[in-house]
C-alpha cells in the first residue's frame, strides 16, 4: 500500500481517539510517581495495552514494560519510548499533596505520544514491514542516588537509570532502532529536531568527623560540614578551568548536614553529577572535582568516601535515522513548524540508547514555564500530546512501508560506540 494512504490512516486514527489519548496523559499527570516507584503509572498503561489487545512484558527494571504491535517476531524492530518517571517539587501548584511530586519535566506526555502513536500504528500494522515495540522506561531521572543505591547493593539493580537498566537485562535486545521525545519547554516549533546532550557521573560523598558539643568542646570534633563547604568551595575554584566547548556542569547538594544542632556534625553527605559533553570531559572534570573534595576533608582533618556511579553517556543521534525523521516530521507540519536543536546541557538516558543503537528523539511544544520548575505546566495538550504522537507515528510508517528500506539502512550504516554485550561492563569499568 501506498506510504502517503497508510500516513492518512493512522493519522485519523490518532485524530480519532484524540481525546482517549489526553484523558490518558491527564491520569498520569494527575498521579506523578518517583523512578522505580512508577507503580500505578505502568498499571494504567497495561490497562490500555489489554484493552488495545497488544502482547506485552511488564516489570522490566522493576515498573517497566514492552508492548508489540505484531508480536509476530517478523521485520526490524522499532522501539517508541515513553519515560514513566516525575520529579519530587513540592511547591509546584499542582504537585501531588501526599508526595509533592510532579511531572515537571513532562515525561507524562511522552507517555501520551508513545501509547498515541501506537494506537495510530494499529491501524496499519499488517501492511507494516516490521514490528513495532513499545518500550515504557522508568527512572529517566536521575535522582534519590543513595536510594537507588541502596536497590543496587540488595541486588534489585546495577545501574541508576531505567534505560540503563533495560539495555544491562536484554530488554533491547529485540529492539533495533529507538525512537522517543521530550518536551521543550521553548520551542516555538510544533516538532524539535537534532541536537544533542551532556554526558555525567554520578556521585555519593561522605564526609566522616567526630562529634562532640559543639558550645561547650568543639575543639574535642572535627567538623564534617566544614569539610563539606571547603569541598564545594574547592570545586567552584576549579570552575573557571572548565573549557566552554566541553559545556561541563557541576551541582552538588548537601542531603544531609549534620545529626543535631548542638554538636558538630560529625556525617555529612552529598549527591552531585559531573557533566560535559564527551566522556573525556566528563573523566577530566570529575578528576578534578575529586580532588577538591579530598581537600575540604584534609583541611580539617576530617574523612571523606567518594563514590562514583556511571551516569548517562553523551547523547547523539543518528544522522541516518535524524533525516528520516526530519523528512517524515516536514512532511506532517511543514519545515517552518521544524526546531533544528543545537547541544544541551541537561542529561538522559536515552544517550546510552544512541551509543547501542540508532537513536532519536523529537521535541514537542504546548508548555510553559522553565523545566523542573514550580511554573513548568502544558498549555496546549494537542501541541504537546497528539502532535508528537503523530510524528512518532509517520516517522514510523515512512521508517517500515516498502519492505522496510529506510530502516534497514538506517541499521546497516549505524557503528555503534558501545557494543550491546559489552555495555554492563564498560559503564562499570568507566569510573573507577
Ligand atoms: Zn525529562
Not at 516507584?37 to 494504567?44: G, M, N, R, V, Y
Not at 521553548?186 to 556521585?203: A, C, R, T, Y
Request: hydrophobic share 40%.
Amino acid at each position: 500500500m501506498d506510504k502517503t494512504i497508510l500516513r492518512e490512516k493512522v493519522l485519523e486514527e490518532i485524530d480519532r481517539r484524540a481525546n482517549e489519548i489526553i484523558e490518558y496523559a491527564t491520569a498520569i499527570w494527575k498521579y506523578p510517581e518517583l523512578g522505580f516507584k512508577e507503580f500505578k503509572t505502568a498499571e494504567l498503561t497495561e490497562k490500555k495495552y489489554e484493552a488495545a489487545g497488544w502482547r506485552y512484558e511488564k516489570g522490566i527494571a522493576i515498573t517497566g514494560s514492552k508492548a508489540y504491535l505484531k508480536g509476530d517476531g517478523s521485520g526490524p524492530s522499532i522501539g517508541v519510548v515513553g519515560e514513566l518517571d516525575a520529579l519530587h517539587i513540592p511547591v509546584h501548584p499542582e504537585a501531588h499533596p501526599a508526595t509533592g511530586n510532579v511531572h515537571a519535566c513532562g515525561h507524562h506526555s511522552q507517555m501520551a505520544a508513545m501509547l498515541g502513536a501506537g494506537y495510530g500504528l494499529d491501524a496499519v500494522k499488517e501492511q507494516l514491514d516490521g514490528e513495532v515495540v513499545m518500550v515504557t522506561v522508568p527512572a529517566e531521572e536521575y535522582i534519590e542516588i543513595d536510594y537507588r543505591n541502596r536497590l543496587r547493593e540488595e541486588g534489585k539493580l546495577e545501574f541508576f537509570g531505567g534505560k540503563q537498566e533495560f539495555i544491562r537485562l536484554g530488554a533491547m535486545d529485540d529492539v533495533d532502532i529507538v525512537l522517543g521525545s521530550h518536551s521543550a519547554m521553548d520551542q516555538e516549533e510544533l516538532i524539535g529536531v537534532g541536537g544533542s546532550n551532556n554526558g555525567f557521573v554520578g556521585k555519593l560523598v561522605r564526609y566522616i568527623g567526630r562529634e562532640s558539643h559543639a558550645g561547650g568542646a568543639p575543639d574535642k570534633g572535627i567538623n564534617a560540614l566544614n569539610a563539606a563547604i571547603l569541598g564545594l568551595m574547592g570545586i567552584h575554584a576549579n570552575r573557571e578551568t572548565f573549557r566552554d566547548q566541553d559545556t561541563i556542569r557541576v551541582h552538588p547538594i548537601i542531603t544531609k548536614g549534620g545529626e543535631i544542632v548542638n554538636n558538630v556534625p560529625a556525617d555529612v553527605r552529598m549527591e552531585s553529577y559531573v557533566r560535559g559533553k564527551t566522556v573525556e570531559a566528563v573523566m577530566d572534570a570529575n578528576r578534578k572535582v575529586n580532588n577538591a573534595l579530598r581537600a575540604g576533608a584534609m583541611a580539617v582533618g576530617a574523612e571523606v568516601e567518594i563514590q562514583d556511579h556511571p551516569g548517562y553517556m553523551p547523547y547523539t543521534r543518528d544522522p541516518n535515522l535524524e533525516k528520516v525523521v526530519i523528512a517524515s516530521c516536514e512532511g506532517l507540519v511543514g519545515k517552518d513548524q521544524i526546531k533544528h536543536r543545537e547541544h544541551s546541557t541537561g542529561s538522559t538516558d536515552m544517550g546510552d540508547f544512541s551509543c547501542i543503537m540508532p537513536t532519536s528523539s523529537i521535541g514537542m511544544a504546548g508548555t510553559e514555564g522553565a523545566g523542573h520548575s514550580r511554573d513548568l505546566k502544558v498549555v496546549d495538550p494537542v501541541k504537546q500530546y497528539i502532535w508528537p504522537a503523530k510524528a512518532l507515528a509517520v516517522t514510523v510508517v515512512d521508517l517500515l512501508a516498502d519492505d522496510a528500506k529506510e530502516v534497514k539502512q538506517v541499521i546497516n550504516g549505524f557503528k555503534p560506540t558501545i557494543n550491546r554485550k559489552e555495555y554492563t561492563e564498560f559503564m562499570k569499568k568507566m569510573v573507577l
